[in-house]
């Protein structure tokens, strides 16, 4: 394999999109090895996550050494998931966009908004993993149902994931290409231990592990060692322009938003940031852990996270748990979602033990093994509240171990009825008090347009009747 940087001779960035046969057949490692790689390589690469997921963009994000955008076709109507992607595709020398769950997934039997899906959306050619675990011909069989199912979703090559002896690798090999005239470019030997972190909730955080770098650093040596680069690049695709009035631009900032970034809450999409900016926001990050109080700001923005890991020093930093209560009852607009919702709580109980949190609404949180809440959801406001105009139609997705044990409040006084998904209670969302929102689910700007206008003009409004 040649690890010189090849002349991109098509005009433009080229495109691939790493796609697996399930959940946990090693997209992630190739993926995230492959923009490591190539970035290596001096290759300017653009990473995209298809669905709702922060986790692996993050570790794509740290690969690539540039912003990790979201693509999803739930979430998102075609145009404007097609603008979002050729808007942030400038620039790029490749754009690499890592699917989620298995090639045909989707929410239906039809395998609606599958990475396939955005595969056909977008243009773009499939690369995918397949664990060959235990398995040698019958990998061949799965990829020929792959090949079978939808012809017109283009694969334009296989990486084995999991191989055990060259034997192995070589009879999986030959099968693939015999009977699917697929070709096999890499192949992943198996590992003795994850190269990922992993917890209970899944895989860590980058943010979270100290290894991070080391851990992208070996995945990029085995993409190298492993990987067919100059085969991969070779197969990708021209990103098509795409023309559209929509730009990408930035407001002149009117008004100070924080944003609580740090080891609690780093569940955060780009794309929503952005959406604040051009809205006329200038962003403000705020460490929860360790800063004394809220700086001068006109609205905050928390988003999800694992509070429940942190709480400790949650609960400790007294003063600054104090200063969110005493501007939230003096009417700062406050937009909170998931791991935010629980911290404007008034405690959580984790392993016997009581952390006191804000104390802005009366609920108590604890934290389960198994998932309370999972998938995407769609909401509609029919309730008074700061951002959302009544009628007003919302898709999200949530995500949660969190259960709630006690909540002085009725539903009925929630801001949002869930048509899709499991809400805060009683198939409903949104506590609100005086200018805070705080939801379970996580919204997208790209999908959700009426988002960041919403938080920016409650801002504008509170930093006017702070100073008349």
Known sequence: MNLQKQENKAPGPRGIIVAGMGGGSGKSVVAVGLAACLTAQQYKVYPFKKGPDYIDAGWLQLAARQPCYNLDPYLMPTEALLQSFHQRSAGAEICLIEGNRGLYDGVDVSGSFSTAELSRRLGLPVLLVVDCTKTTRTVAAMVLGCRKLEPDVAICGV???????????????????????????????????????????????????????????????????????????????????????????????????????????????????????????????????????????DGLYIGGGFPETNVHQLAANVSFRRSIKEMADHGLPVYAECGGLIYLGERMNIEGREFPLVGIFPVTFSLKKKPQAHGYTVLKADNDNPFYPVGTEIKGHEFRYSKIENWAGSSENLALDMERGVGFCCKRDGLVYKNVLALYTHIHAVGTPQWAPGLVAAAKKYKSDSHT
């Open 159 to 297: 990486i084995l994931n999991r191989t055990g002896t060259s034997r192995h690798e070589a009879i999986v090999r030959q099968a693939i290409e015999k009977y699917t005239s697929i070709p096999v470019l890499g192949a992943v030997r198996r590992m003795k231990r994850d190269i990922f972190p992993m917890r209970h909730l899944g895989v860590t955080p980058f943010q979270e592990y100290e290894g991070a770098e080391e851990a992208v650093a070996t995945l990029a040596r085995i993409a190298a060692d492993s990987l067919d680069i100059d085969r991969i690049l070779a197969v990708m695709e021209p990103v098509h322009e795409v023309k559209s009035a929509f730009k990408l631009k930035s407001s002149a900032a009117e008004v100070r938003i924080g944003i609580l970034r740090d080891a609690a809450f780093q569940f955060y999409y780009p794309e929503n940031f952005a959406a604040l900016q051009e809205a006329g926001a200038k962003l403000v990050e705020i460490n929860s852990l360790t800063a004394e109080k809220l700086p001068d700001i």
